[in-house]
């Protein structure tokens, strides 16, 4: 049976000093205390592994030996303790994202980039997913967490709210509405209005046209034939408008921007973890969670 790693590190201290009232001094115990360690340790590697006399210490070839051998053993014994409590902190392993395409320019970049730089030990992948898709997944164990704009249904997870975000209009630099600073619902509703797809993101489609559900004439809703078109130009007539998220206000395709709609609810955008959570995943929501607080994604 291998000795006890305390008894282990004062004979490393002893062979170092030679002595024992200086080693004593060091580790801070009395000297019987260490001189019992030592026959202890003795008794258990059966064999001497030092000689004494009333002036001083000397290695026997098997003290020597250990001497020479147990630093590496200990400091990767340390190094296997460290492991195990970075595993248990949630500080080590893989982690699997998946995210809505629409979380993916600002909010899911900036956690993915916190996860990383804070757990050195943890390797994250983050993969765009169909917005339906996320919440069973995380359910079902395919993917570790999820992060959604809406707060999405589904069995076998729990929600964190991430972030709140004004809704606005995307829109034309030269559309007529762009001068102003704040967009009045009932002025936006005048305009034919771009929604995405209701079978991309049910709840977010109902949201967005929930907004103009009391204006009069009611206004012209159209999906786009392409689902996700990053240059936008069914924008570009100077017509139509997008309802969209203010995450649109940051780096807007060329001859776009984007203004906020006065009086119109917020987005939400929510860390989906599965109910049942192991310490990777109570590592995911505190770093969400800081992360949260310092960019002002939700008020205090």
């Known amino acids: 049976m291998a000795p006890d790693t305390v008894s282990l590190r004062y004979f490393l201290v002893l062979a170092q000093e030679l002595n024992f009232t200086r080693a004593a001094a060091w580790i801070g115990i009395a000297q019987p205390a260490l001189s019992a360690r030592m026959r202890r340790l003795e008794a258990e590697l059966g064999t001497a592994l030092l000689v004494r006399d009333t002036r001083s210490v000397v290695l026997t070839t098997a ?33 699997r994202i998946g995210y809505s395409l629409s979380t993916g320019a600002e909010t899911v970049p900036a956690l993915v980039d916190r996860l990383i730089r804070e757990n050195s030990g943890l390797e994250v992948g983050a993969v765009p997913m169909a917005t339906p898709e996320i919440s069973p997944a995380v359910a079902d164990g395919r993917i570790d967490a999820g992060v959604t704009r809406g707060e999405q ?32 619902i009932a002025d936006a509703a005048a305009y034919p209005l771009r929604l995405p797809d209701r079978a991309a993101n049910p709840v977010i489609h109902d949201q967005l046209s929930a907004l103009f559900r009391d204006t009069r004439p009611h206004p012209r809703f159209h999906t786009p034939a392409v689902s996700f078109d990053m240059s936008q130009r069914d924008l570009c007539d100077g017509i139509t408008l997008a309802p969209a998220g203010e995450a649109a206000a940051t780096a807007p395709p060329a001859g776009l921007t984007w203004r906020p709609l006065r009086g119109a609810p917020s987005l939400t955008i929510h860390l989906v973890l599965p109910r049942e959570q192991s310490p990777l995943h109570r590592r995911i929501r505190a770093v969400a969670k800081t992360l949260a607080h310092e960019l002002h994604w939700l008020p205090d």
């Open 63 to 95: 003290g020597a030996a250990l001497a020479e051998s147990a630093p590496p053993a200990l400091a990767a014994l340390d190094r296997a303790w460290d492991t195990a409590r970075s595993a248990a902190a949630g500080e080590l392993g893989t982690l």
């Open 153 to 184: 249904p589904g069995r076998g997870v729990r929600r964190f709210l991430l972030r709140r975000a004004r809704i606005g209009v995307q829109l034309a630099q030269h559309h007529p509405l762009a001068e102003h600073l704040e967009i009045e």
